[in-house]
């Protein structure tokens, strides 16, 4: 087994054995392992000290912050008070110094009372209580051993468990699905009781012991699931539901909830009665002591059971699931579901789920009807692109600010207060922010802050120079004190004054242009900002609108060297061959022309060959400066595709990040990850080309990518785009941007 050891944070302890009901879906009593017949019924008091040492010098070597305790059984409230509070106490004792103690119960709730809930409020102990639905959905199992209803009982222990000095307490419902139940009869008993939460659980099954399906449907849990997703999302989602948040979770990128779904490593170890430390409960199914190892809390450490084989396959994520769930796309959700369901008598766990059909249908079920409104609208509309980028900008602004927190002085305070007022008056703020290399000053200065770089409250001081600059464009007419260090004073998306002498420099709107007073005294006025004057050089503008920016000093963040400031005859040379570029995209691919020519607002030269994109704001591009117009055509579609992917990773999820999936590529002989290859089908999808350099690889990786098990709803919703954009420009095929 490879990998780094998980250690463990949720703990189950078995405080009872027994059951004071008789359910006949119980994995303990019902199914293939039968040791609860051999351990005392309650824990020992040795076992209960010995638990809280093994747990605290657990938490304490792996630095853990906090840990998770379940009381269990059997029916743990058969342990009785006495001994439940000897648990609690010692739990708490050993723990308190170490980490954080999160103490849980579940019970099925017959013996709840107010001596349990008082001892529970005493220690913060959670809740949780097991009920199947209304009346003839819980009594189809859930039943005394004579026959009697449970019902009545368990909605007593919710309603004593509901007042208020108990609610807190409160941690939801656990629901074993039974698929001979009314999905939405179950549904709506359980929300009737308004819990904090609902767990809905598969029955537990192996391929020896599949479970029940009456009308023989393969996908008979995934149809009762669904129905009561329909149910819940139609109620507009009243009460959180583990299920779906994991499922709706990892479509989004993000980890699984649940052990029984996702490729989270398991990190819960239970302790039985007699002290005997063993895997997850659950295994009990598969067949007699698959969930022991061998160790008890006695003589053996918690980090000797995490090492155990069977505790560490269940750890490896992508590599600890079959060759078939390898390849399956739900494998993120699914997780190739619960470790014990996978079990076969002739080939043990190196199965799909027996719920495999069932988990399929609901992961897709839940994308089906959720895509439209889970998928991040930036990958459908430019728009809202452009919206996001410019809301992460100001994120940074805020955090830059939150960072400082006083250390940036008065030149901070008195530029952020300035910044205020101009942006109550206009839109000039806004104007500079979105200003593609605003967001690398952002950047350099969080870096220098977290770094602890010397200067670097010094650096986040000029937060006065783009102030300044959006008070111009922003006709605002308020003094903007600069703490210039000396030489040239640049005011971005604006132009550069200077040099100027080292000291106070105030800048202000004057009409359409600004007036400087220098350090040391002497005024500078430049009327008009867009041309060269005096002691000013305009940050020059090109086709279309866009900046052709040499001269803001974080400009400098792309791969390739930028050029310094262009003499006028190159400038104007750049500009010609760039306008020649332009018309070029407009014939052979009008729509993403369209698009670019809106989206880059800011053109910068480089020495390199090719276009670069660099650590700056969505909307900048360096273009090389020695190509011609169909080579700086060529450059401007791929830079803007690249530009575009970049900030869509920017505010959006495409693909999760924690799998070890390699997939081949059309254009390398080495498998890649995802985000190779998504990057390779994103910049070739769009180019007008033929052949096997071209579309031909484009199509190949985008079917790859239609099966990736990474892609969020939002990564697939792209590769969807990025297929009809591969018909159009297979339809322009043959033009000039070929190759």
């Not at 708490?92 to 349990?116: E, F």
């Not at 090492?307 to 750890?315: S, T, Y």
């Not at 202000?508 to 600004?514: E, N, P, Q, T, V």
Request: glycine content about 10%; overall charge negative; some cysteine.
């Amino acid at each position: 087994m490879t990998g780094p050891l998980v250690p463990f944070r949720e703990i189950v302890l078995k405080v009872h054995s027994r059951c004071d009901l008789a359910c006949d879906h119980c994995y303990i009593y019902e199914h293939a392992d039968q040791s609860w017949r051999t351990r005392p019924k309650a824990i020992s008091d040795q076992a209960i000290s010995w638990t809280a040492l093994r747990l605290a010098e657990h938490a304490k070597k792996h630095a853990l912050p906090s840990v998770s305790v379940i009381l269990h059984g059997g029916e743990p409230l058969l342990a009785g008070p006495a001994r439940l509070r000897r648990v609690c106490e010692e739990l708490t004792a050993a723990l308190a110094p170490v980490t954080d103690l999160d103490l849980r119960i579940h019970t099925n709730g017959l013996q709840l009372s107010p001596r349990y809930l008082d001892l529970f409020d005493e220690y913060g102990v959670k809740v949780g209580i097991s009920l199947d639905g209304d009346k003839a959905a819980n009594d189809r199992h859930r039943r005394f051993a004579d026959g009697r209803s449970s019902h009545p009982l368990v909605l007593r222990a919710v309603d004593l468990l509901h007042q208020d000095r108990y609610r807190h307490l409160d941690l939801g419902l656990l629901c074993t699905i039974d698929v001979a139940n009314d999905p939405v009869a179950v549904y709506d008993a359980l929300t009737a009781l308004a819990p904090p939460r609902i767990d809905f659980l598969l029955p537990h099954a192996t391929w020896e012991q599949p479970p029940p399906r009456p009308d023989g449907s393969p996908t008979a849990y995934a149809e009762w699931i669904l129905a009561v997703f329909d149910r819940w999302n139609d109620r507009g989602r009243p009460v959180p539901v583990r299920l779906f948040a994991s499922i709706l979770s990892t479509l989004g990128g993000g980890p699984s909830l649940t052990e029984s779904l996702g490729l989270a490593p398991t990190d819960l170890v239970v302790v039985e009665t007699d002290g005997t430390l063993e895997q997850v409960d659950s295994l009990k199914s598969a067949y007699e002591g698959a969930a022991a190892t061998g160790f008890d809390v006695f003589r053996n450490t918690l980090d000797e059971v995490a090492a155990h084989p069977g505790v560490r396959v269940r750890q490896l994520g992508l590599a600890g699931v079959g060759a078939t769930c390898r390849r399956c796309p739900v494998v993120r959700s699914c997780g190739g579901g619960l470790y014990t369901h996978r079990y076969r008598a002739d080939n043990g766990f190196d199965n799909p789920s027996v719920y495999c059909a069932d988990l399929e249908a609901l992961v897709r079920g839940i994308e089906d009807r959720t895509a439209a409104t889970t998928a991040a609208p930036a990958v459908a509309d430019p728009g809202a692109l452009v919206a996001e980028q410019h809301d992460l900008t100001r994120v940074l602004l805020a955090e830059l600010h939150s960072e400082l927190d006083g250390r940036g002085g008065e030149p901070w305070a008195e530029a952020w207060e300035r910044a205020g007022a101009v942006e109550r008056c206009s839109d000039g703020l806004d104007e500079v922010l979105a200003h593609p290399y605003t967001r690398g000053w952002l950047l350099a200065c969080l870096d220098a802050l977290r770094e602890e770089r010397p200067g670097a409250a010094d650096r986040a001081g000029e937060l006065a120079r783009y102030v300044a600059a959006a008070a111009v464009r922003g006709r605002v007419d308020v003094p903007v004190r600069i703490a210039h260090p000396g030489g040239p004073l640049h005011l971005p998306t604006l132009g550069t004054l200077g040099p100027l002498a080292a000291g106070a420099t105030e800048v202000r709107a004057a009409g359409g242009g600004l007036v400087v007073r220098a350090a040391g005294g002497g005024e500078l006025r430049v009327e008009r900002p867009g041309e060269e004057a005096a002691g000013w050089r305009p940050v020059r503008r090109g086709p279309h609108g866009a900046a052709l920016d040499d001269l803001d000093p974080y400009r400098d963040v792309f791969d390739a060297p930028v050029a310094g400031r262009l003499a006028p005859g190159d400038a104007a040379g750049w500009a010609g061959r760039l306008d020649d570029a332009w018309a070029l995209l407009r014939d052979a691919v009008p729509e993403q022309a369209g698009e670019a020519a809106a989206s880059l607002t800011v053109l910068t030269p480089v020495t390199g060959t090719g276009p670069s994109v660099g650590r700056h704001g969505y909307g900048a591009l360096g273009l090389p400066l020695a190509a011609d117009g169909p080579e700086l055509a060529r450059a401007l579609l791929r830079g803007f595709r690249r530009a575009k992917l970049r900030a869509l990773l920017d505010v959006t999820d495409l693909y999760a990040l924690d799998g070890a999936w390699r997939h081949p590529a059309p254009w390398r002989e080495e498998p890649v990850p995802v985000s190779e290859l998504l990057a390779g089908a994103y910049e070739r999808a769009g180019l007008p080309a033929s052949g096997e350099t071209g579309g031909d690889h484009a199509e190949r990786a985008l079917d790859l990518l239609e099966n990736a098990a990474e892609l969020t709803v939002s990564g697939k919703l792209l590769v969807t785009g990025l297929r009809k954009e591969l018909c159009r420009s297979r339809e322009r095929s043959g033009m000039l941007l070929q190759g």
